[in-house]
């Protein structure tokens, strides 16, 4: 909400000695239009009793206006170039969290460009939803705040506005008198005032927060696995199935990512369970596994590399076969996808062409 209302600071009176001139700081660029006093006066937002002054000083105050009326610049959002966490696993769906003023004004969080889900929305405070990383890409990215008009919003580091009496909020203005009562030259603090205005331009050109999406090691280690055996099979380990191998060797990656086998899913040398090697079962376990894995349909957005892909070459329900998400990119065109897997033998293997001559494919993100 745009503040637009008035401050009126009471004013007191300082008076120095001839030679002694306190800084004056006053710049309407930085805070506003500042109404002349009759002679110098302290402005602050806080009393303090005036010192003794000269009989002629004391006459000259009896007959002055002594207030001066400060009209600050319209409050704008600020967000504090700082965030709960800089650093994003590149599976998203991290929650990050950033602290401001007047953030009930911001409408949209965008990174890179893209909105993202606010999840908590407060006046000194917003917190949203990172996404994943285009294609799993490592690297910094910018969040943007935008208002109801899709225009950002600053983003201002708290280090570059200083606390003293130039600072854009809760500011000290002040002026003098001599002891003879006259009011003492500002015209020769021109540095105060360029000081001033540099400190306002600095909080107006705000920078982007910046975060940095990292590797996540467990799908690091999945895709290793993927892209050394989806060609030449790891039979020393695990059973190769002729024909309809696509499921074991996915299950194989989950488990290479750090998944943990239980009674509904699992290989030993001894035995497997159906979701192991079965594409239908696989999808039916994967339903179960909420604090591990998400079913997103056919939407493709939320993609990531490392998700499973699973076809449906006849649309009868059941899934005839599973791979790996080995590539995403996002397009204006739409969102991408490459799959890697056994069967069809392949690391990079284009969804839209899979599906070309008819079938659906899903998506299950894996956390």
């Known amino acids: 909400m745009q503040n637009t209302s008035f401050h009126r600071a009471r004013a007191r009176v300082v008076a120095l000695p001839a030679t002694t001139v306190r800084r004056v700081v006053l710049s309407t660029a930085a805070f506003g239009t500042v109404a002349a006093c009759a002679l110098g006066a302290v402005v602050t937002n806080s009393w303090a009793a005036p010192k003794t002054l000269t009989a002629a000083a004391q006459a000259s105050l009896e007959n002055a206006e002594l207030v001066a009326s400060v009209t600050p610049a319209p409050a704008e959002p600020v967000v504090f170039d700082g965030a709960s966490i800089d650093e994003i696993p590149v599976t998203g769906g991290t929650e990050v969290s950033v602290e401001g003023t007047d953030l009930t004004m911001v409408a949209a969080v ?60 809760g500011t000290e203005l002040v002026q ?15 540095d105060d005032v360029e000081a001033a205005e540099s400190q306002a331009d600095a909080a107006d050109a705000a920078d982007a927060l910046v975060l940095t999406y990292v590797a996540d ?26 024909g309809a191998d696509c499921a074991n060797f996915t299950s194989q990656s989950l488990a290479a990512r ?5 009674s509904g899913w699992n290989y030993s040398a001894a ?10 079962a696989l999808r039916d376990y994967l339903a179960t596994q909420t604090d591990r894995a998400t079913n997103l349909g056919s939407e493709r957005s939320q993609v990531k590399v490392g998700d499973i892909a699973q076809f449906d070459w006849d649309n009868s329900g059941d899934r005839d076969h599973t791979t790996i998400v ?7 065109a739409g969102t991408k996808i490459w799959v890697a897997g056994h069967t069809k033998d392949t690391d990079y293997w284009n969804v839209d062409e899979a599906i070309a001559s008819g079938g659906s494919v899903y998506f299950w993100s894996i956390h």
């Open 110 to 169: 965008a990174v890179d460009g893209d909105e993202v889900e606010i999840i908590d929305h407060a006046d000194d405070a917003i917190a949203f939803e990172m996404p994943a990383a285009d294609a799993g890409r490592t690297g910094d990215v910018d969040v943007t705040f935008l208002d109801e008009d899709g225009e950002e919003i600053p983003v201002v580091d708290p280090a570059a506005v200083v606390d003293n009496s130039a600072s854009v909020a």
């Open 258 to 262: 750090g998944w943990e086998m239980d």
């Open 326 to 332: 080995s590539r995403v990119e996002h397009t204006s």
């Open 271 to 280: 035995g497997y369970s159906p979701s192991w090697i079965s594409s239908t």
């Open 176 to 190: 003098v008198l001599t002891e003879d009562g006259a009011l003492a030259p500002v015209a020769d603090e021109a």
């Open 217 to 242: 090691p467990a799908i690091e280690k999945q895709m290793r696995y993927v892209m050394k055996y989806w060609k030449s099979y790891n039979s020393a380990k695990y059973i190769v199935i002729s």
